[in-house]
């Protein structure tokens, strides 16, 4: 399986970016997946999950202003980020995996694309 994220750049505090994800490879393996996020000096952190038929599981961090979304067709995974922060500076990944146990843990995930980068300056 390999995922490759486009869609990152640099936006002032307020403003939005579409980030998407392709993959190509075994459609098992991207039953669940998810956006990911890690800022300079800290954790890697789940910020957004969709499983296969559309349900969706936000962190209370992005709630409201993130949506994530799959076209199953086209396999790609998408983050239509909104109202962004400062805070929101980090490099974005998105993932997958035939199974997770927490939708937003790194660790259940098996598949990573390399990641694109979102700064925010206010």
């Known amino acids: 399986v390999q995922l490759v994220e486009s869609g990152g750049g640099s936006v002032q505090a307020g403003g939005s970016l579409r980030l998407s994800c392709l993959v190509s490879?075994?459609?098992?393996?991207?039953?669940?997946m998810g956006w990911f996020r890690q800022a300079p000096g800290k954790q890697r952190e789940g910020i957004a999950a969709?499983?296969?038929?559309?349900?969706?599981t936000y962190a209370d961090s992005v709630k409201g202003r993130f949506t994530i979304s799959r076209d199953n067709v086209k396999r790609t995974l998408s983050l239509q980020m909104n109202s962004l922060k400062p805070e929101d500076t980090a490099m974005y990944y998105c993932?997958?995996?035939?199974?997770?146990?927490?939708?937003?843990?790194?660790?259940?995930?098996?598949?990573w694309g390399p990641g694109t980068q979102v700064t925010v300056s206010s």
């Open positions: 969709i499983r296969r038929l559309g349900s969706t």
């Open positions: 993932a997958s995996a035939y199974y997770v146990n927490n939708f937003l843990e790194p660790g259940d995930y098996n598949y």
């Open positions: 490879g075994d459609t098992y393996s991207s039953y669940y």
